[in-house]
């Protein structure tokens, strides 16, 4: 999958998944919803019901910055299987300006951002690396086995 398919298809995406890892280096997994913007991946702590207001994602951050992110596409027709994954360095948007632009990508995305604008923290990811898989990149070729 080329760069250009890379973008598009994480850029189309409704969903992905976010993995931090803990001081103990225990992975955390969570699903997020997100928007991309050039070679920086936001997503907000939203209004969805959660346990808690001090999320595992945010602290695992503050304590270690690498994260990856995996977006994917599933199908019964197992010839459209893909994925790509995103890994970088995130933080906690602090500054206002960033923050407001974040919200307004993520509102342009989502519908229910617009309906409830997200009130907690916001995630920026710095993206390092993107690889991608997909089953149609190995259409017409033979296992070698």
């Known amino acids: 999958m080329n760069e250009s398919e890379l973008r598009r298809r994480v850029a189309e995406a ?18 997020i919803c997100f928007a991309l ?6 997503s907000a702590v939203d209004r969805k019901p959660k346990r ?20 994917d596409g599933y199908d019964e ?3 459209r299987l893909w994925w790509v994954r995103l890994d970088g360095l995130a933080q906690i948007v ?26 907690g923290p916001v995630l920026a990811v710095a993206v390092e690396r993107r690889r991608g898989w997909s089953a149609s990149d190995l259409a017409g070729q033979r296992d070698p086995a």
Do not use: F, I, M
């Open 37 to 42: 913007d050039g070679d920086t991946l936001y």
């Open 94 to 119: 602090a500054d206002e300006l960033e923050r407001a632009r974040a919200l307004g990508l993520l509102q342009a995305k989502y519908e229910q951002y617009r309906a409830e604008p997200p009130e």
């Open 77 to 79: 027709d197992w010839s």
């Open 52 to 71: 808690t207001a001090e999320l595992r994602r945010l602290e695992n951050v503050r304590g270690n910055p690498w994260v990856s992110v995996l977006v």
């Open 14 to 31: 409704r969903v992905a998944r976010l993995a931090t890892v803990d001081e103990k280096g225990h992975p955390h997994l969570v699903p």
